[in-house]
Each structure stands twice: as C-alpha cells, then as structure tokens.
C-alpha cells in the first residue's frame, strides 16, 4: 500500500508536464500559423499591387459597360483626282464609326455639308498620294476632322515625333501627355477605295 501514495504525486507531475508540452506546442502552431499567413498575405498584397492598374481598369469597365459603336455607311461617291490632265478619278466607299445613335442622328442632320466636305477634300489629293497607306491614313484623318466639326468637335493634327534632346540642355521634361480623345466620331472606315 505504500506504493499507492509514491505513485499519487507522479502522476500529477506528469500531467502538469503534459499541459506544459501541449500548450508550447499549440503556441508553436499557433505562432506559425500566424507568420505563414502574414508571409501569405504580403505576397498576395505585392501581386495585388502589381495588378492593381489592370485590376482598376477591369473593375471601372465592369462598372461602366462599354457600348457598342455604331456605324453608319455613306453613299459611295466618285471624285475626280487633282492629278495633271485630269483624267485620274477615285471611287471611295466610307463607314463612320459613331459613339452611339444619337450621334448618328447629329451626323444625318449635317450628311449634305459632310459629303461636300469629304468630296473637296479627296479632290484635293492625287492618285500618287491616295495610293499609299499613308495618304489613306491621312485622309482618313482629315474625313473625321471634317465629320466633327459641325457637331462641335476638334480632331487635333498629328505632331510630329519630338525631337531628342541632349542632357547638357537641362531640358529634361517628359512630352506632353495626349488628352483623352472625346470626340464621338471614332474613326473613318474605307468600305471601298478605286482609283481609276
């Protein structure tokens, strides 16, 4: 019987132990828990960060739908060139593309000064300077230029490319930054470009 007291003592030494060991080894989980999901979290916050700008500009446009444009053909029209001997002519198919139907609507309005407009314009150009992708380009340019104007919008000329500046001119400024583009008429599609 004398064992039964000597064997009472132990055993709550040992349970103490054992709560001592459990509650280090909960505080050691716990601990690590904790330091993976900071480590965790800062990652995931870094690559936010990164995305951020892409992320934005899908939540903007997400919240804003984009509309589809509309588009609106114009009669073919046939103008004579402003080549030498003037027996050079071009046939051109034009497709406005318009914000949406009310600008449609605005364009319709002004069709008779719009398509005078287009035919002084084109024949202004020679065959020479219609056959490039440039001259296109330009023209097309010059088209939505004139389309915008009796609506009330400016379409800017192009700049030319700045020129590079040295470092000894203390010049270091970056370009200008473009403006955000307004203008209901989006662009000048060529539906079907002949010269003849």
Known sequence: MSASPAAAPAAPAKSKKMVIILAVVVLLV????????????????AAADEEGGEAHAEQAQAASPKTPPTFLPLDNMVVNLADPGGDRFAQIGITLELADAKTEASVKQYLPSIRSAILLLVSQRTSEELLSRDGKEKLAVDVRREVSKPLGFTVPKPRKAPVARDAEDGD???????????NPVRAVLFSSFIIQ
């Open 172 to 182: 270091d400024e970056p370009p200008p930054r473009p403006r955000p583009d307004t």
């Open 30 to 45: 716990a601990v690590g828990g904790a330091a993976a999901w900071f480590m965790l979290s800062k990652r995931h916050a």
